[in-house]
């Protein structure tokens, strides 16, 4: 099987959309740029598409690797046969292949290794065919200086069977059948945590705890991981023994008598001693990336839906890092987020300076003609936007932003390079204000990972995470697009086929010549030809420059279509932008969309028709309960207002403006059956929820959104 057939198999895609997409990926092409300019191509593959097709992709030649290096290790110990090349290169399964590959894998010495050396071989072989009749007189001929005894003979000999057993494919596959459709996941408190004074109450729902381990959510299993790596719980996954012991002699064992009762005995030491260990680390490996994988997409997702909030385009704002004791850390930002001016004030306990305060905060919004304010949300938060609700003029719209990974933001290289004369407390300010006027554009500058949104991020495969969150950042900034003139460098390098040197050098040649003008500049840029600029120049916008176009996601190798276009509409290109009634006449215009491709057609009349608009929406200031102060002061059945903070697979957290977050589970979020949250939330969403149940030692509050 090639790659492709693979591919198919494994995808069910239309056969022509895969090899068109195979090649693409091949000749170096990105996946954003396929799924907007090579539609036509790959016949309307979506970008979720596009990916499955690199994932197995890249599954399959890892297992041609794979392949490869095993076949020259067996050949190089002079053990490779024709039949099993042909069953090793045939194989499309990884754990059949290992399999195949168990009995030359080891050159340590083993039970069964030293058993042959002492020439106990043919004795295994006369158990294994039954052809002993009276075992003293099959054992006899063993018995030299090495081999003392009868029963050191045959504890050899069973030693040499046992491992026979352990290494054939299908007594492996069995088992590992059993485990995947039978085995418990059992958990039990460590011996002696609770005499080490460990605390044990954040994993007391795990303690004696089991469940069938194709039935246990990803979440559960990542948690009880952790707990173990704690050192707090000690967890083991396995199937009924001696049903499996069983099974497995039931399958093998054809022998009667002495022979058969020696074969079993064989069996269940080869289960219990090789079999069961590595099955057993195997599938506990495996339900590990399958929970991995389940965490990695719920942080994605989270992440997409960050990164894609709506935003406060070309407005000035006030940002309020808040604090305490040491007070609330303010910055104004003009309206493309360049620092202005930076104070602290103290409104909060213990200084109380709340008239002084508020003479300044109204100072600034008049002088600065300010009508957004930003307040992370982090302590003193919620007071901070009580008292400026209350107190500050002009009636600014107050927004509630998150600060997770501000702080990491703060002391970064980035941080430094951007401000390296400011003090590092006024950073995170800056970077809150920043994420209120365009979140993509300032949590594109903080590692993924430390965003905070998801579950178990620390637990999970870091490669794996931090793949799939290139992948999100990756694709959402190339559907917004970045603004050539104005974008940072730490925006610029995920834009398609841009990279960070590439990025730099063009920041360099814009502080060096001035703003671009056309796209095409771009070919004058160090570092990028041809192949650069087909993949880039689409996402790139360029507003008031020569060609109206350059503002769109129109690519400029389509520009002699759209000409066409405007020469059959019977008007100039630049009149034809936003003129719905020539692009309605164009719709119908079947020639010309045969003679363009359906897909590319659609998508240039789309974008005629509103080019370069905005796809993320506008920002809207969040709803939070002002009746409560903290979790005393909630009560079961009180309805509130918060908003979502994180997602997981199993209900979201919403920031009731407290100390601690509630959360929805699943089954409170709506009266149907969903399969996910992102059914029915999205982060930073605005929602009305009720308390559902508290519990104040362990500052847990469950909320509901039924029954509103």
């Not at 030293?114 to 009276?134: D, F, H, M, Q, S």
């Not at 195997?282 to 909030?309: C, G, P, T, W, Y």
């Not at 040197?501 to 004058?524: P, W, Y």
């Not at 020639?591 to 240039?604: C, M, Q, T, V």
Request: hydrophobic residues 35%; glycine residues 6%.
């Amino acid at each position: 099987m090639n790659s492709f057939q693979y591919v198919e198999d494994k995808t069910h895609l239309k056969p022509k959309g895969i090899r068109a997409a195979i090649n693409l990926l091949s000749d170096g092409a990105s996946i954003p740029f396929i799924a907007r300019y090579r539609k036509d191509m790959t016949q309307g593959l979506s970008e979720t598409e596009l990916q499955s097709v690199k994932e197995h992709l890249t599954v399959f030649e890892q297992l041609n690797d794979r392949k490869e290096y095993i076949l020259q290790v067996i050949e190089e110990k002079g053990q490779l046969t024709g039949d099993l090349r042909r069953k090793i290169e045939s194989t499309l399964d990884k754990n059949v292949l290992e399999d195949l590959y168990q009995p030359y894998k080891s050159s340590r010495k083993t039970r069964a290794s030293i058993a042959e050396e002492k020439g106990l071989a043919p004795l295994a072989e006369l158990i294994w065919t039954g052809k002993v009749k009276r075992l003293q007189d099959s054992v006899r001929p063993f018995l030299d200086e090495k081999v003392n005894s009868q029963e050191e003979a045959i504890q050899g000999a069973k030693d040499i069977l046992a491992e026979k057993i352990s290494n054939r494919v299908d007594v492996r596959s069995s088992v590992r059948d059993q485990f995947y459709r039978y085995a418990q996941v059992e958990v039990k408190a460590k011996s002696g945590v609770e005499n080490e004074g460990k605390d044990l109450a954040k994993y007391r729902d795990y303690i004696d705890y089991s469940e069938r381990v194709d039935r246990i959510p990803s979440h559960r299993f990542l948690a009880i991981q952790r707990g173990a790596n704690e050192k707090v719980l000690r967890f083991t996954i396995r199937p009924d023994d001696e049903k499996t012991i069983w099974f497995i002699n039931n399958r093998i064992n054809t022998n009667s008598g002495i022979c058969g009762k020696l074969i079993f005995e064989t069996v269940e030491d080869s289960y219990k001693r090789l079999i069961r260990p590595s099955i057993e680390n195997q599938v506990i490996a495996e339900v590990k990336e399958k929970s991995d994988r389940a965490a990695v997409e719920i942080f994605s997702k989270n992440l997409e839906q960050l990164l894609m909030a709506p935003v406060l385009l070309e407005k000035a704002v006030l940002a309020m890092d808040p604090g305490f004791k040491n007070g609330c850390k303010c910055v104004v930002l003009d309206s493309k987020g360049n620092l202005r001016d930076q104070f602290i004030i103290y409104p909060m306990p213990p200084q109380n300076q709340k008239s002084v305060s508020l003479e300044k905060v109204n100072t600034v919004l008049k002088e600065f003609t300010i009508e957004n304010i930003a307040v992370g949300n982090g302590t003193a938060g919620k007071e901070i936007i009580q008292w400026l609700k209350g107190e500050v003029s002009g009636q600014p719209a107050i927004h509630y932003v998150s600060e997770s990974g501000a702080s990491i933001y703060s002391a970064s290289a980035v941080a430094v390079e951007e401000f390296p004369h400011l003090d590092i407390s006024y950073r995170g300010a800056v970077s809150i204000g920043r994420r209120l006027q365009d979140p993509l554009s300032e949590l594109v500058k903080i590692d993924p990972q430390s965003i905070g949104v998801g579950q178990y991020q620390h637990d999970v495969d870091q490669k794996m995470l931090k793949g799939k969150l290139d992948e999100v950042v990756v694709s959402c900034v190339n559907r917004v697009g970045v603004d050539l003139n104005f974008a940072s460098k730490y925006l610029l390098r995920y834009v398609s086929g841009l990279s960070e040197r590439l990025s730099e050098n063009i920041v360099k040649a814009r502080e060096k010549g001035g703003s671009f003008h056309d796209r095409s500049e771009l070919l004058s840029v160090d570092g990028v030809g041809d192949k650069t600029y087909e993949q880039c120049a689409g996402f790139l916008r360029i507003y008031n420059g020569h060609n109206p176009l350059d503002a769109s996601s129109i690519h400029p190798e389509q520009y002699n279509l759209v000409a066409k276009m405007s020469d059959v509409a019977g008007c100039s290109v630049r009149d034809l932008l936003q003129n719905e009634k020539r692009i309605g006449q164009l719709r119908g215009d079947k020639l010309l969309e045969k003679e363009i491709g359906k897909y590319a057609f659609d998508d240039i009349l789309k974008e005629l028709a509103r080019p370069g608009r905005n796809i993320r929406g506008e920002v809207e200031p969040p709803a939070l309960s002002d009746q409560i102060h903290s979790i005393d002061d909630l009560a079961e059945g009180m309805s509130l207002e918060g908003v979502v903070t994180n997602i997981t697979k199993f209900g979201a957290f919403v920031d009731l403006g407290i100390k601690e977050n509630g959360l929805i589970h699943i089954s409170q979020m709506s009266s149907r059956f969903i399969k996910s949250p992102h059914e029915v939330v999205n982060l930073g969403q605005n929602v009305k929820v009720k308390v559902h149940g508290i519990d104040r030692e362990r500052g847990r509050i469950q909320l509901s959104m039924n029954n509103l």
